[in-house]
């Protein structure tokens, strides 16, 4: 168990609906900033945004004070991605590793881009569906150069520890042998899957070639040096919430009090009484109108 826990506030597909997590004290927390990025010797956390085979685009709302979970949203709507033939939603649990950042001031010199101002993400690969909001532990395994629209975007290949299989996978080519397919499915999947909103496939770096672990572990590394050089006000985030708990040498750093105190001003947490539409009634809705 990681210790941490997630509470949702107001109803989920609705502009309103945000998660929260809180570390093992039930304090509420920042899961950019104060969920430490290793979780152990070479394994890191990894914040659930996406479960596999969902729809909704969640992500870590990174202006928003303690940046909750959040429905990201385009032109005044709730985004979706589309069931992308064969694929259904995410093919993946899908989401960030803490305490790193994709600089959009800094020039990638492997993809000649700047980075898209997001945690680095990541695609967990094992056999359970996980939660939106459950902090899990992962080993990584390998790693995509994505292209979106001029910006760096890493797509981090990675397994949770605790999946039955977790000691099969040590590197890339393991995930080649041992599922088959799955790896061109994921470029296939990460280049067409704005098509159908109108915009054009993404590009990739290294001519869609998965880097090894050694290489994604470096990349990890250099991303979080960055979130800790914005955490420290030593680059200007512009508008990016840098509210923490637990950073000691941060001048952003907040007394867990404060930060109950954002929590309790917003919606009441979500209780049995409400109706919630599934995730695929929504992403219907979102395709008729």
Same mark, same amino acid.
């Given at each position: 168990? &990681? #210790?941490?826990?997630? /509470?949702?506030?107001?109803?989920?597909?609705?502009?309103? +609906?945000?998660?929260?997590?809180?570390?093992?004290?039930?304090?509420?927390? *920042? !899961?950019?900033?104060?969920?430490?990025?290793?979780?152990?010797?070479?394994?890191?956390?990894? @914040?659930?945004?996406?479960?596999?085979?969902?729809?909704?685009?969640?992500?870590?709302?990174?202006?928003? !004070?303690?940046?909750?979970?959040?429905?990201?949203?385009?032109? #005044?709507?709730?985004? +979706? @991605?589309?069931?992308?033939?064969?694929?259904?939603?995410?093919?993946?649990?899908?989401?960030?590793?803490?305490?790193?950042?994709?600089? =959009?001031?800094?020039?990638?010199?492997?993809?000649?881009?700047? #980075?898209?101002?997001?945690?680095?993400?990541?695609?967990?690969?094992?056999?359970?569906?996980? *939660?939106? #909001?459950?902090?899990?532990?992962?080993?990584?395994?390998?790693?995509?150069?994505?292209?979106?629209?001029?910006?760096?975007?890493?797509?981090?290949?990675?397994?949770?520890?605790?999946? =039955?299989?977790?000691?099969? +996978?040590? $590197?890339?080519?393991?995930?080649?042998?041992?599922?088959?397919?799955?790896? /061109?499915?994921?470029? %296939?999947?990460?280049?067409?899957?704005?098509? !159908?909103?109108?915009?054009?496939?993404?590009?990739?770096?290294?001519?869609?070639?998965?880097?090894?672990?050694?290489?994604?572990?470096?990349?990890?590394?250099?991303?979080? %040096?960055?979130?800790?050089?914005?955490?420290?006000?030593?680059?200007?985030?512009?508008?990016?919430?840098?509210?923490?708990?637990? @950073?000691?040498?941060?001048?952003?750093?907040? $007394?867990? /009090?404060?930060?109950?105190?954002?929590?309790?001003?917003? =919606? !009441?947490?979500?209780? &049995?009484?409400?109706?919630? =539409?599934?995730? @695929?009634?929504?992403?219907?809705?979102?395709?008729?109108?």
């Amino acid at each position: 168990m &990681s #210790g941490f826990s997630s /509470e949702e506030r107001a109803v989920p597909f609705t502009l309103e +609906y945000r998660v929260f997590i809180k570390n093992e004290n039930g304090q509420y927390i *920042s !899961p950019f900033h104060d969920i430490p990025i290793y979780a152990d010797k070479d394994v890191f956390h990894m @914040v659930v945004e996406v479960p596999r085979w969902s729809n909704a685009k969640m992500e870590i709302a990174t202006k928003d !004070p303690l940046n909750p979970i959040k429905q990201d949203v385009k032109k #005044g709507k709730l985004r +979706y @991605v589309a069931n992308l033939f064969p694929y259904k939603g995410y093919i993946w649990n899908y989401g960030a590793i803490p305490q790193t950042w994709e600089y =959009p001031g800094h020039n990638d010199k492997h993809t000649g881009c700047c #980075g898209d101002n997001d945690p680095i993400d990541v695609c967990e690969i094992g056999s359970k569906v996980c *939660s939106r #909001g459950e902090i899990i532990r992962v080993k990584v395994l390998g790693i995509l150069a994505m292209i979106d629209e001029g910006e760096t975007d890493w797509k981090v290949i990675a397994i949770n520890v605790d999946d =039955p299989d977790a000691a099969n +996978y040590n $590197d890339i080519n393991d995930v080649k042998r041992l599922k088959p397919g799955y790896l /061109e499915a994921t470029v %296939d999947w990460f280049r067409r899957y704005k098509v !159908p909103d109108g915009k054009p496939e993404n590009q990739f770096a290294f001519n869609a070639e998965f880097k090894d672990k050694d290489f994604a572990v470096d990349i990890i590394k250099s991303t979080h %040096d960055l979130w800790r050089a914005l955490v420290l006000k030593k680059i200007d985030g512009k508008g990016i919430s840098c509210m923490n708990t637990t @950073v000691s040498e941060s001048p952003y750093k907040c $007394d867990p /009090e404060v930060a109950k105190a954002i929590v309790d001003a917003l =919606p !009441p947490p979500c209780d &049995s009484a409400c109706t919630v =539409p599934t995730d @695929v009634d929504k992403w219907f809705h979102h395709q008729k109108n």
